[in-house]
């Protein structure tokens, strides 16, 4: 069974930056997209960042300009540089993995932008 292992969360100031790293325990064909969601406490989770295996991009609005989604395809892994960071980006990030026919979904990680 395949896994997604999130890395990179942690505790940062606001304007700081962050990066997080997902990878798949092992080789996963005919991805279609790979993307970022989060969930803040009681809120729904929503899409962040998602990137198509054509390398399209599309962003939340609300990270635009501050957030960049990357893709290896070869290596199955998928990043997300986070700058600038705001209080509002507080929230458990979960890596996703598209392929049409299942949904991946990571554990998730912890992300806190607090002073």
């Known amino acids: 069974q395949v896994q997604l292992v999130e890395s990179g969360g942690g505790l940062v100031q606001p304007g700081g930056s962050l990066r997080l790293s997902c990878a798949a325990s092992r080789r996963i064909f005919s991805i279609y997209a790979m993307g970022w969601y989060r969930q803040a406490p009681g809120k729904q989770r929503e899409l962040v960042a998602v990137?198509?295996?054509?390398?399209?991009?599309n962003y939340a609005d609300s990270v635009k300009g501050r957030f960049t989604i990357s893709r290896d395809n070869a290596k199955n892994t998928v990043d997300l540089q986070m700058n600038s960071l705001k209080p509002e980006d507080t929230a458990v990030y979960y890596c996703?993995?598209?392929?049409?026919?299942?949904?991946?979904w990571g554990q998730g990680t912890q992300v806190t932008v607090s002073s």
């Open positions: 996703n993995v598209d392929t049409r026919a299942i949904i991946y």
């Open positions: 990137i198509t295996s054509g390398s399209i991009t």
